[in-house]
């Protein structure tokens, strides 16, 4: 309970997006039938005529943890300290990338309520490729001191990182990964995503808080109760329709970065298709202005490799300040969940139970 109560204290009023926005002037209720994507990347096989796309099902990726061996010692005892005093608050980056990038493996190590880092430590590093049955270790890596490593897909060295190349000779293929990267010292772990994907790829990209869960700030009492927070009827069922069609999920949250297992953990329980999930890189997440900056920046990192979402959903200005910046189009493709962008033009809607039908009607969506 004091874990809790403490996490809460960091991020309470700092997690949220702006607050929940509710307008009634401008809405259209979400119920008018949505356009086909502008520029579709291909019909679907019941079209007339064209190339016939196959749309991209996820795998389950739900094998079961790989067998670590014996714990190592620690190489500091400040680490076995910390270690035994502290719960495991470890983390992993998930990542889109394009064949022939760099492939990195990312990861923050640190414990208790304070998030205290342990530095020059080994993490194992293993992968289930193509969310198979088999793992395979690719290496032994050590985390990092304070400002060690250079910046690598937007996340900076802040100590208590790994910063591991996926050798050449084991590189990724198109598709979805999963790794899991374990601490030598007492086999506590963290997962991470990396989908490779190709030129173009249809993506969809959603907030969490409030457009998902119940409300702005449904995840703080869950965290305190040890709960997870509910998610908005049908929300998770036409976001499963949207992803069906061929758009690969993309969570971006404004939430502090030690909630990033939990929130794949509120996916998951609720049946939310899988994606990938990022989190800003503090502590203490960010709110308005520096929500905008945050989501924004996440969109052009991904938009550098030819990927720009065809659909934004959101529920604050923040959302549509960052989608419009996003350039995500045409404007009834940004979708946001009982608030007016009366800024930018986007589409409200007030159920998600009224998209599924648009939804099911769309074509097929291909690279």
């Not at 749309?55 to 400040?78: E, I, V, W």
């Not at 530095?119 to 793992?135: A, I, N, P, S, Y």
């Not at 996340?155 to 999963?178: E, M």
């Not at 010292?185 to 190709?198: K, Q």
């Amino acid at each position: 309970m004091l874990r809790r109560a403490v996490l809460i204290a960091l991020v309470v009023g700092c997690g949220s997006e702006g607050g929940l926005v509710v307008s009634d002037g401008g809405a259209d209720g979400g119920k008018d039938a949505l356009p086909a994507q502008d520029g579709s990347p291909g019909p679907d096989a019941s079209s007339d005529g064209g190339t016939t796309c196959t749309p991209y099902a996820p795998p389950k990726c739900d094998a079961a943890p790989p067998d670590p061996g014996p714990k190592r010692s620690f190489r500091h005892t400040s680490s076995s300290i910390t270690a035994a005093t502290g719960f495991a608050n470890h983390r992993g980056r998930d990542l889109f990338l394009r064949v022939g990038d760099p492939q990195w493996v990312l990861g923050k190590f640190a414990y208790g309520v304070l998030d205290d880092d342990i530095k020059d430590e080994d993490v194992d590093v293993w992968l289930l490729r193509d969310c198979g049955t088999q793992w395979e270790k690719l290496g032994t890596t050590v985390t990092t001191l304070d400002n060690q490593h250079a910046t690598v897909e937007g996340v900076a060295d802040t100590g208590g990182r790994i910063y591991f190349t996926i050798p050449t000779n084991k590189a990724l293929g198109l598709g979805r990964h999963r790794l899991r990267l374990v601490v030598g010292g007492d086999l506590s772990a963290t997962e991470m995503f990396i989908e490779v994907v190709p030129a173009k790829m249809p993506i969809f990209v959603s907030d969490v808080d409030g457009t998902l869960t119940t409300s702005e700030n449904a995840e703080f009492p869950a965290l305190l109760t040890g709960t997870l927070p509910d998610a908005h009827p049908d929300a998770a069922a036409a976001l499963r329709t949207l992803a069906s069609k061929g758009y690969r999920p993309f969570y971006v949250t404004a939430r502090p970065e030690f909630l990033v297992q939990r929130t794949r953990e509120f996916l998951d329980t609720n049946a939310f298709p899988p994606g990938l999930v990022h989190t800003t890189l503090t502590l203490t997440g960010a709110t308005g202005a520096a929500a905008v900056t945050y989501k924004t920046d996440e969109l052009a990192m991904i938009a550098a490799r030819g990927l720009v979402p065809s659909w934004g959903i959101g529920n604050t200005a923040s959302d549509a300040d960052a989608y419009d910046n996003a350039k995500i189009q045409p404007l009834d493709h940004r979708l946001f969940f009982q608030f007016t962008d009366t800024v930018h033009g986007g589409k409200r809607i007030d159920s998600y139970t009224d998209l599924i039908g648009p939804f099911s009607g769309l074509p097929g969506a291909c690279p």
